[in-house]
């Protein structure tokens, strides 16, 4: 899965990509065959506002964002909203796809 990173306006420390990246893939784990995703980061006087799309066939796209003072916990805001709309549980189906090809 290729994840891009935009920064408008931001610097973004090497730490917070990692961060970022870790927590979409866990989250593109849960949705099954996830291709990509982007992940912008925006500053904007004190507001600093993280926004990830993710893009997989077969399901429209899902986008979440987060805002705050810190990029951290607009970074945990713009997840947390994102897991919410990606089901708990994979179905039978697609569970059975991923054992066999991974």
Do not use: C, N, W
Request: charged share 30%; no cysteine.
């Amino acid at each position: 899965m290729d994840i891009i990173y935009h920064a408008h306006r931001a610097v973004i420390s090497e730490r917070m990509r990692l961060r970022a990246d870790r927590a979409v893939r866990k989250v593109a784990r849960r949705m099954g065959r996830a291709v990509d995703a982007v992940v912008r980061f925006e500053h904007d006087g004190p507001t600093r506002r993280v926004e990830i799309v993710l893009h997989a066939p077969k399901h429209k796209s899902l986008i979440a964002e987060g805002s705050s003072r810190y990029y951290g916990p607009a970074l945990a805001e713009a997840i947390g909203r994102l897991e919410q709309q990606v089901p708990k549980k994979l179905s039978h189906k697609t569970r059975l796809r991923a054992v066999t090809r991974g």
